[in-house]
Each structure stands twice: as C-alpha cells, then as structure tokens.
C-alpha cells in the first residue's frame, strides 16, 4: 500500500511564504508524475502544479511566478515552495503521484492565507 503525507500547511499572511512538503511510503518501484492539487468548499479540485520524474515542470496560470515545484527521486519526495501569497490561495492542498498501477492522493494540508 502506497501513502502521501502533506506537511508544512498553516496560517500566513498575504505577501509571506510556505514550503509544502510531500513524503511517500509502501512498495514504490516507480513514480512518474508528482504534483499538488488545491480545493477550497463548493469547488472541484483543481492542478496547482506538477513534475515529471525528468524534471519537467507545469503550474496552473494563477501561481506562474510565485510558486516552485520540486523532487527528490532518490526519496520519492515532492515539495512546493510557496511565494507572494494571497488570500485566493487559501485551500486545502493535495499531493498526488501517478504510479505504473495508479494514482494516489494525500490526505491534504490546509493552507491559509490572510489578507
């Protein structure tokens, strides 16, 4: 059985900084693409960002510039630096890894940013 933890959610105020940290457990032959997912109440779970076990790296529109994804593949780690915040990023934070035989999900972190 495959596990994600999130660590390093919290409160911060609009402007400052948060680092996201993903660790994984269980039998992990191979991860292809890490990433982190937000939802906020009432709304779908929407890409924040996302890498590939090469390096390549996607963010959604609203976090280009201010936010940086990261991997470890020799722990199978994934972070997310987290710049500039602003309240509209307030969300509960999901990491995700897309294995050979699937995809897993963390139990989420809750980010919160005030204004």
């Known amino acids: 059985q495959v596990q994600l933890v999130e660590s390093g959610g919290g409160l911060v105020q609009a402007g400052g900084s948060l680092t996201l940290s993903c660790a994984t457990s269980?039998?992990?032959?191979?991860?292809?693409?890490m990433g982190w997912y937000r939802q906020t109440p009432g709304k779908q779970r929407e890409l924040v960002a996302t890498?590939?076990?090469?390096?390549?790296?996607a963010y959604a529109d609203s976090v280009k510039g201010r936010f940086t994804i990261s991997r470890d593949n020799s722990k199978n780690t994934v972070h997310l630096q987290m710049n500039s915040l602003k309240p509209e990023d307030t969300a509960v934070y999901y990491c995700?890894?897309?294995?050979?035989?699937?995809?897993?999900w963390g139990q989420g972190t809750q980010v919160t940013v005030s204004s």
């Open positions: 995700h890894a897309n294995l050979l035989w699937g995809d897993y």
């Open positions: 269980g039998k992990i032959i191979r991860i292809n693409a």
């Open positions: 890498i590939t076990s090469g390096g390549g790296e």
